[in-house]
Every structure is written in C-alpha cells, then in structure tokens.
C-alpha cells in the first residue's frame, strides 16, 4: 500500500519519471526531492520496508522487540501520528499489553494515514485507494 501511494503521487508530480522502474528507495528519494517527503518520514519509510523486506524473504523471521520500539521511536520522529491508546510511553507499556504483530499493525496503519495528509491533503489522488468499489 505505501510503495503504491508513493507510485501515485510520483505520476501526479513527475511526468518525466516511471515510478514502476524505481525501488522503493528510490520511489521515497524521488517524492523527497520534490519535497513532498522531509528527511525524517524517508528515513524512516526506509527502515519500515527494511523490516518488510526482512518478513518478505526470510520465513521464520520475528520481529525483536527492541528493533520494534526503536521503529516506533523512528515514526515518532518522522512525525507519524498514532492514536494515544496506541501509543507506547515505555517498553513496559508497549509491549506488556500488545502482540509485536499488533503493534506493527498499528504502526502500518498510522504510516498509510500520515502520507495520505502529507501527499494528498486535499484527497484527490487517493480517493481511489479508499473507494468502495462499484
């Protein structure tokens, strides 16, 4: 879903860039250097797929906890916003009520969010995602 919004914004902004031959580094590169993107929300959108490409190509891979706090710290900083009740204040609070594949779903969930406000604020170029089908 975030490697598709960041295609999609790519073909509002850029006519002369095929956002389907870019990685996803490269898909976050080229929406921060038309500014869409500040330095903090690419780092971390990099350290996320890290994470999926971890899940994606090793099949008895678990997350750790404290790789996931530190993901958690990272979108904090880049300014993803999380409702308070998910919200970890300590590793205790964190991880104490909360499966890592709940938190991590959590964290995806307010990722997808943030971008929508930050590349598409007015709702025009996601609509489409979000759409009941017809």
């Given amino acids: 879903m975030v490697e598709a919004m960041l295609a999609t914004t790519i073909e509002h902004v850029s006519s002369n860039v095929d956002p389907y031959k870019l990685n996803f580094p490269q898909k976050v590169d080229q929406c921060a250097s038309v500014g869409l993107l500040?330095?903090?929300?690419?780092?971390?959108?990099?350290?996320?797929?890290?994470?999926?490409?971890?899940?994606?190509?090793?099949?008895?891979y678990s997350i750790d906890l404290f790789e996931l706090f530190s993901l958690t710290e990272s979108a904090i900083q880049a300014g993803i916003y999380f409702h308070p009740q998910n919200l970890p204040g300590t590793m205790d609070q964190a991880f104490g009520r909360k499966t890592p594949r709940t938190l991590l779903s959590n964290l995806?969930?307010?990722?997808?969010?943030?971008l929508v406000d930050r590349l598409?604020?007015?709702?025009?170029?996601?609509?489409?995602?979000?759409?009941?089908?017809?």
């Avoid at 995806?108 to 943030?114: D, I, L, N, R, Y």
């Fill in 38 to 60: 500040d330095e903090k929300l690419a780092t971390f959108l990099k350290a996320l797929n890290g994470i999926r490409n971890k899940f994606a190509h090793r099949l008895t």
């Fill in 108 to 114: 995806f969930s307010a990722t997808v969010h943030t």
């Fill in 120 to 134: 598409d604020p007015d709702f025009r170029i996601f609509s489409e995602f979000f759409s009941p089908p017809d």
